[in-house]
Every structure is written in structure tokens, then in C-alpha cells.
């Protein structure tokens, strides 16, 4: 179901906690399952739940609840635009209309080959820096002026 | 680098960007030095909170709570497991002051964790990081090994028989999780909804166990505190109002980013530090304190002082010291929506005033930008909002509230011209053109 490598990572969460505690790694077991899949299909979800020994079902419950998991499949590249007012009041919706004319696609939409998907985003805490848009849940990307989001662009081809 | 300037500063002292986070750096700034320093003399719990009691250290997180008495509500002598976590779920719109200091001193964090771990009597520690800086959250877990290889947490530390393991909890993208009981929530695996108080985390925290939670620049300071003496970081704020507090300034000012100065310095220093205004145009209104604090007219925070004190006395709160700055191309009516929009998106479900309610002020708010308000809405919003305020098991009901109250209370006017001429009263273009890219020095 998931590599030898990723079940290394879940062992290195699961002794994070008191030994009795194994679902606290939940967080962190479904981020690194879909980091591996690209997005958490409910039989992956009910694979993390079985090897920390919880229900399915409050394995989902969280999955349900953290915006950055993807319960459908998205691009390969996500690009999530923090759009709340500080980031609005310094050209987010600027960034949002630039993607779409780059790309031909809103927010909440997958270009057609796959490659990319553009969300809008609640408060990443980087609003210093903004426009601020964050590449696939790892990457903060700051200053997304035009040129920087051409550069970004082309850097994911 | 976020981290734009300082006076008096002391978390931000001596950094040098993404070239001093290390433990080397740190300790060469004197890092590391009281944790051993307690630890080597044995000093007593009583009196390292007596101390931190003495700063008038208020929580850094939003609620302005004494730390020290915080600290004094733990059980500390009770056997058995307890906790200290750190709150670095910072997802407060306006709010990247603790991104800085996990990104740019995290060892402050770590050590001021075990001094706290160390005060309160608590053997093992979390630190909860803000799903979408997962770099940070990746610095902090370097940050974490460099210490347990250097013997600063982990079993027996410095010989001393204090043991201390602490870990880094990453979350995934929700706000209620800055919220410190449903932030224990995720930590034990389960969708952060807020718990019911009481009982209180000191007596009921994580895994059941007493609990102390502290925001990340209030852990950060613990070690700056102790070295300098409490009276002394009083003495850099204003009575009640101690020490210096990083601002992380947004908006429409010339130069957003983090500063650090003394509590009781005036906004319009703060606002001279972050280059002035946009474009040289005109202030219209300043959310003082994050998202969840009310908004006060520009001419009105231009007369403020930046302490708990001065701007409570302005009609907000200081909150998490998160100053967004808007100028007259900002239409107020569009700003609410938006803010409007992240609460009820945020809102756990688990209250129905506020799970019904964030969704009725966002379409209301909502229509009334669409050029779809009917004159009755204001009051309608009035008593929505109204029978939110008070009637949740937390504060993100009040906090969805207070920002839909006092943007229709100052700028009134604007509402009802959008909801009489269906437009805004600021025109769109000049909305676009204010809001827009620009050139960062």
C-alpha cells in the first residue's frame, strides 16, 4: 500500500507520543500518505487508521476536518493562494487572476493534463510576505509578483 | 527576511537571518546560558515564576494572559506525567511573528520550553506548528536534534536529573486549532474541536494530564526574561504592559514585516518603521490586533499607543499584535466579506450560534457587497451577531463577531451606500489599482 520508506517516517511520528497514544501520529501518517499518493483515497485512509490501530472511521474524521488533506485526486502541482484580507490588500486576487490567465483555470480547478490544480487558501501565516501562494503543502512561495509567478511556472514544467 | 527592525530589541537582538537559527549562533549570543544556569544552582520553581511574574510577561498568543500566573495554576508537585506545549498554530489573519522566530531564533523556543517544563514540573513538551509552514516545521525539528545531541533536552539534562523530551506536532490547515484545547485535541489524533471549560488544561490538558499552553514568542521570551531580570523587560514596556512585543505589520504600509519594540510605543512609530503608507495615500482604518479584533478608524489609531492598555481604551485589543493597515482605496464592505468568509470556513461546527451564525454574516455580508442588501440587514447582522457573542464553548464566535460589530458600527455610511446604490462607495477600479502588486524595497 504505501512504500517501505514512508512506513519509516510513520514509525519516526508514532515515538514522537506515549506509547498507548499511537493515534496522535494520525496527523502526521495521512500527510505522509498522501505526500506518497498524491491524495488520500478512503482505502488509504483506512490503511493508516488499521496500522495505528484506531477506527477507519476517526481516521477519517480527521481527514475530513484539516483543510490540506485532498480527498480527490488534484495536479501534480497544487498551488493553494492564501486570499484572506492582509494577502487581499496586497495583490492576492492580482496573483489568482494572473494564474488564471497562465494557466486557464480558478481556483478549485485541475488543468486538463493534470499538471496543475489552483485553490484559494484560508490564512497560511506568512502574510508579510504577501502575495503568498503555497506550492503541493511544502513550499511557501512569497512576493508572487508576476515575474516571480512566471519563474515559479516555469520551474514546475 | 521578514524581520524589518527593532527598538530594544530583545528576541530579535543580534540575528542575522537564515545565517544564525543554529545552536552555535545561539549559544554565541548567550544562548542556552540560563537553562543551565537554573539547572547547575537548582533554583527553585517558586522563584523562576516569582520572576517571570515580575516581567508582567502577557501571553503573546492573543489573550494577554499573565504568563507567570499561568504558570502558578499547575500542579507542579503532583506525581505523574504533565505537559507543556507551545502554541505555533499561528493562522490569525495579519499573524507571522512566531513563523519568524521558529524560522530565525527557534532555540529561543526550545530553551524557553524547558525552562517552563523545568517551573511547572512537566517531563514532556510539544510544540504545535501551523500546517502551511512546513519548512519552519522542518528547521524546528533540526533545531530539535541539535539540542538533544547537545544534551539541552532529552533524559538527565546536564547531569542535573531533570528529564524534558519534547517533539514538534505538525498541523494540516486549521485555524481552530490556535484555540489551545482543541489544539490538545489534535495533538491526540482527533479534529480540533475546542473542549468545554472547565475543567482547565492545568487540571485536565493533554492525554488528561495537567497541561500549560504558551504561545511561541512568550515561550521565546522566557529565557531573554530571566537573564535580564523581570523588573528589567518590565521596565522596557509600560506598567502592565511588559517588555518589548513583535508587531507583524500588513496591508497597505510600504514595507510589511515583523517589528519588534517596546509595548506603549506609538502606532505611528510602528507605522514610520514599516515605511509609511502605500503609495504616500491616506489611512483609513487598522485592524490592531489580527483578524478577530475590531477596526479602528486610521485618525483614531494614529493617536494610539501599541500596548493592551492604550488600544483596549481605543475600543480593540492588541490580540496577537498582527496591524493590518488599509487606505482609502479600501472598501470596508469587501474587506468584511472576506474576513466574514474565513470564519464561517473556519468555524469547528460544533456550536450551533456559531456555525449558524459565521454562515448568516457571510451572506449577509455577502449580498450586501452584490449589490443584494435590503435596508433591514444591518440589524439583521446586529442580531445575528448578538446571539454569537457569549453563547460558545470558545472564543471563535466572539472572534467572528467583534470584526462584522465594529466594521458596520465606524463605517456604517459605506454599508448602507452599498446596499442603497448596490455598489461600492470606494470605485472598483481604484479598489484594484490600491490593492495591487507593487514594488517591494
Known amino acids: 500500500m504505501l512504500s517501505a520508506e514512508s512506513l519509516k517516517r510513520f514509525d519516526r511520528e508514532v515515538a514522537k507520543y506515549p506509547a498507548e497514544q499511537k493515534q496522535s501520529a494520525v496527523m502526521a501518517c495521512l500527510a505522509i500518505a498522501q505526500d506518497e499518493k498524491g491524495w488520500l483515497a478512503p482505502e488509504t485512509v483506512e490503511f493508516v487508521a488499521n496500522y495505528l490501530g484506531m477506527p477507519p472511521v476517526a481516521a477519517w474524521e480527521v481527514a475530513t476536518f484539516y483543510s490540506m488533506y485532498e480527498l480527490k485526486p488534484v495536479g501534480k502541482h497544487k498551488l493553494t493562494v492564501c486570499t484572506n484580507l492582509p494577502c487581499a490588500l496586497s495583490g492576492a486576487y492580482h496573483a489568482v487572476e494572473y494564474l488564471r490567465q497562465k494557466l486557464g483555470i480558478g481556483p478549485g480547478e485541475t488543468t486538463p493534463d493534470g499538471k496543475f490544480t489552483v485553490k484559494e487558501g484560508e490564512c497560511q501565516g506568512a502574510c508579510g510576505d504577501a502575495p503568498v501562494l503555497l506550492l503541493n503543502n511544502h513550499r511557501m512561495c512569497g512576493r508572487m509578483t508576476p515575474e516571480q509567478i512566471d519563474r515559479l511556472l516555469e520551474e514546475c514544467k | 527576511m521578514a524581520l524589518l527592525g527593532n527598538i530594544h530589541g530583545v528576541l530579535t537582538a543580534g540575528l542575522n537571518g537564515d545565517h544564525s537559527w543554529r545552536l552555535k549562533d545561539y549559544v554565541a549570543r548567550g544562548g542556552y546560558e540560563m537553562l543551565k544556569k537554573i539547572l547547575a544552582e537548582q533554583i527553585p520553581q517558586e522563584q523562576v515564576i516569582s520572576e517571570v511574574k515580575k516581567s508582567v510577561l502577557r501571553g503573546r498568543g492573543g489573550a494577554g494572559f499573565p504568563t507567570g500566573l499561568k504558570w502558578s495554576f499547575m500542579p507542579r508537585s503532583l506525581p505523574g506525567d504533565k ?227 492604550a488600544i483596549a ?129
Request: glycine share 12%; proline share 5%.
Open chain 2, 83 to 309: 505537559y507543556i506545549v507551545c502554541n505555533s498554530d499561528e493562522g490569525e489573519p495579519g499573524t507571522f511573528k512566531d513563523r519568524d522566530i521558529l524560522r530565525y531564533n527557534p532555540h529561543s523556543v526550545i530553551e524557553g520550553m524547558a525552562i517552563a517544563a523545568y517551573s511547572i514540573g512537566a517531563t514532556g513538551g510539544y510544540n504545535y506548528i501551523h500546517g502551511e509552514i512546513f519548512e519552519i516545521y522542518q528547521r524546528f525539528e533540526e533545531a530539535l536534534d541539535e539540542a538533544r545531541a547537545a544534551g539541552f533536552i532529552g533524559q538527565n539534562i546536564l547531569g542535573s536529573g531533570f528529564n524534558f523530551e519534547l517533539f514538534a506536532h505538525h498541523g494540516y490547515g486549521a485555524y481552530i486549532c490556535g484555540e489551545e484545547t482543541a489544539l490538545l485535541e489534535s495533538i491526540e489524533g482527533k479534529k480540533g474541536q475546542p473542549r468545554f471549560k472547565p475543567p482547565f488544561p492545568a487540571s485536565f490538558g493533554l492525554y488528561g494530564k495537567p497541561t500549560t499552553i504558551n504561545n511561541t514568542e512568550t515561550l521565546a521570551s522566557i529565557p531573554f526574561i530571566l537573564k535580564m531580570g523581570g523588573e528589567e523587560f518590565l521596565n522596557l514596556g509600560k506598567p502592565n504592559n511588559g517588555g518589548t512585543k513583535l508587531f507583524s505589520v500588513s496591508g497597505h504600509v510600504k514595507r510589511p514585516g515583523n517589528y519588534e519594540i517596546p509595548l506603549g510605543t506609538p502606532f505611528s512609530t510602528l507605522l514610520e518603521m514599516a515605511g509609511g503608507m502605500r503609495g504616500g495615500r491616506k489611512i483609513k482604518a487598522v485592524i490592531p490586533g489580527g483578524s478577530s479584533a475590531p477596526v479602528i478608524p486610521g485618525d483614531v489609531m494614529m493617536d494610539t499607543t501599541m500596548d493592551y492598555d
Open chain 2, 313 to 441: 481604551k481605543a475600543g480593540s485589543m492588541l490580540g496577537s499584535g498582527a496591524v493590518i493597515v488599509m487606505d482609502e482605496t479600501t472598501c470596508m464592505v469587501k474587506s468584511l466579506e472576506r474576513l466574514s468568509y474565513f470564519y464561517y470556513e473556519e468555524s469547528c461546527g460544533q456550536c450551533t450560534p456559531c456555525r449558524e451564525g459565521t454562515s448568516w454574516m457571510y451572506k449577509i455580508v455577502h449580498r450586501i457587497e452584490n449589490g443584494l442588501g435590503k435596508p433591514e440587514d444591518l440589524d439583521l447582522l446586529n442580531n445575528v451577531l448578538g446571539n454569537i457573542m457569549g453563547r460558545t464553548i470558545c472564543a471563535l464566535g466572539d472572534a467572528a463577531a467583534l470584526p462584522v460589530q465594529s466594521f458596520v458600527k465606524h463605517f456604517r455610511k459605506e454599508f448602507e451606500y452599498h446596499i442603497e446604490h448596490k455598489t461600492c462607495l470606494v470605485p472598483k477600479d481604484v479598489q484594484w489599482a490600491g490593492s495591487g502588486f507593487h514594488h517591494f524595497e
